[in-house]
């Protein structure tokens, strides 16, 4: 899709600063689109001097598009506050007109965790959606994606975006490429999975399929949007007869991630694994930058606290005995 043209006073900076935060390798997609608005704002109102852009514009621009959940009006918030604080930086201009106060965030999603039994009847469900004229082996397809996602921690986008060539069936590993931040890593698979995946892609493509070939595709388009994948799962939950805790969201499909992420926790510390130690391995895995990104997943359960209550009483009891 095209995207609209730039048209106001602020056009060549922005635009300057969309390139800079990009050289870093950032997507910053959403954050050029907020720009975009303002800069359409600035333009339909006719302020054509930068000098003239104060607090009291961007709170006129902030009214104009209208924000209901804190997290969306802090994003767009934020975007411009980053913007400008650039823009003093370069000397393009004396001060930061960005001075509103972000919203407080008293909603904040707690996601659901999928045990086993529930992994286990999402995929038994997604097995049994039958094929449509656009959809061969729908059914299939969808057990195979969402297996991905809870039993490896894909995110939704690298799931959908796998092509035949990413799987190694030598090291039993899957290459994601380019994910969040333009990154790419290995994932093991595991003999299970790997056998798992080797079964699907002979069901689904035979020995014929090319290594640029989707893995998840029923056209000869393109992959399964992540759009697609998510308006699917949210199909089949009602199927499912889950039931959400008080307080804790109903399910998406990013939260089978979250699913992974304390599952294994959960099975560190009944192996007698230190998390501690690791936390690291997990990172890598989930393909995060350092540990402090993965804390953010790891959703403190009524099980894990038992589990870390039964650790900590056991290391008070060796201190007791010395």
């Not at 059914?139 to 969402?146: A, D, M, N, R, S």
């Not at 690791?278 to 995060?288: A, K, M, P, Q, V």
Request: contains cysteine; glycine residues 6%.
């Amino acid at each position: 899709m095209r995207q609209p043209e730039l048209r106001s006073c602020l056009t060549a900076a922005i635009q300057q600063f969309v390139a800079y935060k990009r050289a870093l390798n950032r997507k910053y997609r959403s954050e050029a689109a907020a720009l975009r608005l303002f800069d359409r704002y600035l333009w339909e109102n006719n302020i054509a001097d930068g000098d003239e852009i104060d607090s009291a514009v961007i709170g006129q621009f902030l009214q104009s598009r209208p924000r209901v959940r804190p997290r969306s009006y802090n994003h767009l918030l934020g975007v411009l506050h980053c913007f400008f604080a650039w823009a003093v930086v370069q000397g393009l201009r004396r001060s930061n007109p960005v001075v509103a106060r972000r919203r407080r965030d008293t909603g904040q999603r707690i996601p659901y965790l999928f045990d086993l039994n529930g992994a286990k009847r999402l995929l038994e469900t997604a097995r049994a959606l039958p094929d449509r004229s656009r959809a061969p082996h729908r059914g299939l397809v969808y057990e195979t994606i969402f297996a991905l996602l809870y039993g490896l921690g894909l995110r939704v986008g690298e799931d959908s975006r796998l092509k035949l060539g990413d799987v190694d069936f030598t090291r039993d590993t899957l290459i994601i490429r380019n994910t969040k931040f333009s990154k790419s890593r290995l994932v093991p698979l595991g003999p299970k999975f790997a056998q798992r995946v080797r079964s699907y892609i002979a069901e689904r493509y035979g020995d014929a399929a090319d290594a640029e070939t989707p893995l998840f595709s029923f056209t000869k388009r393109g992959c399964i949007c992540e759009g697609t994948i998510s308006q699917t799962f949210h199909k089949l939950v009602p199927l499912l007869g889950l039931h959400a805790p008080p307080g804790v969201s109903q399910p998406r499909a990013h939260d089978l991630r979250h699913s992974f992420a304390v599952g294994t926790l959960l099975r560190w510390y009944r192996e007698g694994t230190d998390p501690n130690s690791r936390l690291i391995h997990l990172s890598t895995f989930l393909g995060h930058v350092d540990p402090c990104s993965t804390a953010v997943y790891l959703t403190i359960t009524d099980e894990l606290l038992q589990e870390a209550d039964q650790r900590f009483r056991r290391f008070a009891l060796k201190g007791v005995g010395k």
